[in-house]
């Protein structure tokens, strides 16, 4: 019963098996390995995007700030949802690779920004010439940090407004597996073709050890990320074990395979925990990331069950919490913390 | 026969069973495994140092980065070896993530500084007052880039010399085991006994797939590093995938033994080139990294036999070259390399 | 009738005085001349605090940005309100000197925080350990963006809270003088003695053609400030000018008078508005910048007057404007603006 | 007897006129002022550049540094003569402006670079891939440190060696009146005529108070370098005063009258110096600033006589020291000080 986080969860069979297997003898390094020349392929054929530009880095963090910090300038404006990853869990490590680029918080409910909101907060910054920060770049997370998601079409809606100042597009794709899952989307309808110009293509949270893509729609970025890549200190000498990871990944879908499950055992827990009286989700769960609210005491009678996750802020007189389900959640796991919930 | 570098190597058995160990099952996130729990201690007691702060990271640019950006501001001078991996090969990420300090070559040959060339550069530099970089760290490489080691003793005349100034040290050990194997020195008396404060303790190049400890022994530094860690994008969420390496490099042993084997591949690597005819080496080769001259038409015939090794300038009319062993490297392929120079 | 900003005044003529006279001769640079050796004692008395460390500096931007410096690490939050200056209006400024910093806005009507909202806002900060931003320092603007005050027990409650998390105090004193003069506080109670820890004393806004002292009350910060100034390029070679600016303007309390006549003009001019139908002020004026509202219509009438100042937005209808008296405004200029609003 | 430096000096009576003239009524802040109008068209008469954009600002620190920072990414090498200000004086701020770009010492007689030691510095530098920093821009000074000079034509051909890697070139004119006085160069002829990109055009040492104005050839950064300008805090609000100096400074030829002045009187000292026995001049002294090297004891002579300049190193049993004239230099300030010399 570990729902604290997908990241605590190991990694799939099939990438532990091709990490073995790349441990073979001798390879170059940097990047030159073998499996990273056919990666790059893989991934734009993934993203039905031939020209793309394709890196990889080991955590999402720096997948992100890299990927922010080839649009933003020190004296741009990031606009991302107030709740962002980007914007309250990374330390201001966006601010460190950007060299000093400020995040604007958008808001909107349930961890989405709306063409309102975001709107809104680009037409109110910028406007002050010299003397204020400049537009810069719209983030966009998919799957939410509130468990939600952007369709394609919800997607586009925001990278036009941000096209209307010129402003390119990022993801953040932490979960994008669940996502494309939850939306029925592909990969190359959740990005480009809804005008994203830079994805952060998550895999440590869904069975891999620790590898994120970053794909550039526009070749002409990518020996600029290669500088920063390598001054941020990311740039793997024996690169074909992030190589080894991510060619797994994407193999016959498995990344796919792996999110389906995750949602699946997310909808199973959903679906139980409102069957229940008096509890409810604070936000739609389509995917494998869970609000619930439930009565005070709720908490001790799940804790002597052996139940992990995180305790979020409630109403007086209430609980909440925050589930993840992950490609290692068993059924078993979510009828046992069902059944915990119901004692 | 593969000589370009010890990352080309794989990763050591031990280390990939240690990985598939620690893949069972949940684990805390972000440096909170239980692994990384008892690894305090063990890395505690092979520096003998009780109190010292340890942390993972995976790659070696940003655990030297990291230690010198606890100690040096933006305004200091690094003083390091004209050639060090930090003033030559990181693409500036020590400027990078020290926002801005700046390195100061120091001569000396075969790629060690000695008292003369590091007392010259500390007497000039920083006489200026505030027109000036200040002085800030001393940077010490052992193994150094050209192969050579350090004693204790000459490191501690190094960071005395340091300390007059009231100068903290670093010692960048990217191939910390294979100066320890060929100076007979411990891991203690090749740090903080000879005076040195913060130490980037290499796995990575001998046999580990990816992972550094940063030693810091004043332990007051300690939540520092973990900001700047984040903030670089280098806590790694599964970070029981490093906990799991560095647990086993150090156990039995291992880093020790299998330095032994690199350095022994080395010597007798250099005992063959010594015996023919017309050749040489650069400079000392008491660890894993030789540097021979050869005649004009050898890197031809090395070549269309198969090895790999890097080329580096030469006199004119001759070649030189750049051979590194490992963990990995085995006595046929010394030999077969040896009878590729013969021919 | 020229309201556009109080730095749209010239230099007040004891100012120039003093220029002429430092002109004579030759100086030591840097910081060095003898006006300097003067007003270090000069400026201390001022604030009676005979051990502050006191530097200059043209601009206000980079009094606030290198003070900020001092206090804020890179992966520090800086607390100001929403509208400050620092936030608003600089560029991101104090990000780049603060190397990366983040400022969180703080609500608060009239441009004023409150112990509530500043509370609120430290409360919620830096609660996720290593992931989020930690508490860095507190800055308070006195004369407001709103152009409101703030009195010394109101300043002493904020910094009270930023102690109660041992964060130290910023005083933006763009309009220090106005703001002493509006609530008739000495330098001292406006400080130190309510908590601040480093105060930007603004010049240039109230009748100086371009100097700001930064008053540091721990001298242990000087060096560091030292350096900081002269790597942002804010260090002075014929520094005289700036001291003989700042010596003229202490002397004879001509800060004050200065202040106290813009003050007057302002106070002319809210009771003129406030006599009017239909007019009011958005926000108390005590100072002077006074923030007008009044019916559609109103601005053109102003303009063809030919007075200057900026518009605001307004509610639906209406209209606002942004007015700012300074030591050159005459009672001329007020009465004239009140009758081309009255036509 | 004032050598010091030609910062030591005063502004000339035209620079104090115009400022005053300056002072009178209100005028638009922030770089919109009238002078500001009527200057742009000055400098780009001056610089026979109709296209050039221009800025001012008030140290010659942060011209070199913001120039710096338009052609060079954190990760670039600038490459500069090993003494060059920016790399010895300025306490890193090209560094902190560029966000951490390496400065690449060329060595070269007299303070000068040549074609030979910027070729190899060049050919040397950004070999290394990814891994090493890359070639960014060059930076030359005329006057150099050393009080030498370059003609146009050694310019050009130390821009065509950086054209060739595609490189922009930078001036670091500080006292470039006193270079064109001393080469009979036209500022056109100096700087785009020759391959210069962008320059420094000093005006602080050679009579006003504290102005240099940024002269860049390519309009297309003009924006990013007020954004820049801003940030650094250098956009100054009462910017009248830096339009004043410059506008008066240009007027008449000034800038020239002033410096044919300070290197006439620089001839005289070194005609003086020649003609003793036992000194001599270490480098040629075309201009204002001269290295004159003397048996030992003469400082102690010229100091009891009131002679005040900079001690330099000099050989055994000599000394040495580097002497500045001005445009306020008198005929007599140079007689006196060689009568000293001669006692």
Redesign the interface.
């Known amino acids: 019963m570990?729902f604290?986080?997908d990241?605590?969860?190991?990694?799939a069979p099939e990438i532990?098996a091709a990490?073995?297997r790349?441990?073979?003898?001798?390879?170059?390094?940097?990047g030159a390995d073998a499996i990273m020349d056919r990666l790059h392929d893989q991934i734009r054929a993934t993203f039905q995007a031939p020209e793309a530009a394709v890196y990889l880095?080991?955590?999402?963090?720096?997948?992100n700030?890299?990927a922010l910090s080839l649009y933003a300038?020190?004296?741009s404006a990031v606009f991302a949802h107030s709740d962002a990853h980007i914007a309250?869990?990374?330390?201001?490590?966006p601010?460190?690779?950007t060299?000093?680029?400020?995040?604007i918080g958008v808001a909107g409910d349930h961890g989405r920004m709306t063409p309102d909101t975001l709107g809104q907060a680009l037409a109110r910054t910028g406007t002050?010439g010299?003397?204020?920060?400049?537009r810069g770049v719209v983030s966009i997370t998919n799957v939410t940090e509130a468990g939600t998601t952007y369709t394609p079409a919800e997607i586009a809606a925001l990278t036009a407004l941000a096209k209307s100042y010129n402003l390119p597009s990022h993801l953040d794709g932490a979960r994008f597996a669940n996502a494309c899952v939850a939306t029925g989307a592909t990969a190359a309808e959740m990005t480009w073709q809804a005008g994203i110009d830079i994805v952060s293509f998550g895999g440590?949270?869904n069975g891999c050890?620790?590898v994120e893509a970053v794909v550039i729609f526009d070749p002409a970025k990518a020996w600029e990320f290669?500088?920063?890549?390598?001054?941020?200190?990311?740039?793997?000498?024996?690169h074909r074990?992030l190589s080894a990871q991510m060619e797994a990944y994407l193999t016959d879908d498995l990344w796919l395979r792996l999110a389906t499950h995750a949602n699946a055992m997310g909808a199973r827990l959903a679906k139980g925990i409102a069957a229940l009286p008096d509890m409810h989700l604070q936000h739609p769960a389509p995917a494998n990331m869970l609000f619930p609210e439930w009565p005070a005491g709720t908490h001790a009678r799940l804790d002597s069950a052996g139940a992990?996750y995180y305790q979020m802020p409630a109403p007086q007189g209430r609980e909440a919490a925050r589930l993840v389900t992950s490609w290692?959640t068993t059924e078993a796991d979510v009828d046992a913390f069902l059944n915990a919930l119901r004692a």
């Open positions: 570990y604290t986080s990241n605590a969860s190991g990694a532990m990490l073995a790349a441990n073979d003898g001798y390879a170059r390094s940097y880095v080991a955590t999402g963090t720096v997948a700030s890299l300038q020190p004296w309250q869990d990374e330390c201001g490590a601010e460190f690779y060299n000093g680029a400020k995040l002050g010299v003397h204020g920060v400049q440590t949270k050890l620790g290669e500088l920063r890549r390598k001054r941020g200190g990311h740039l793997f000498s024996k074990y992990a290692s």
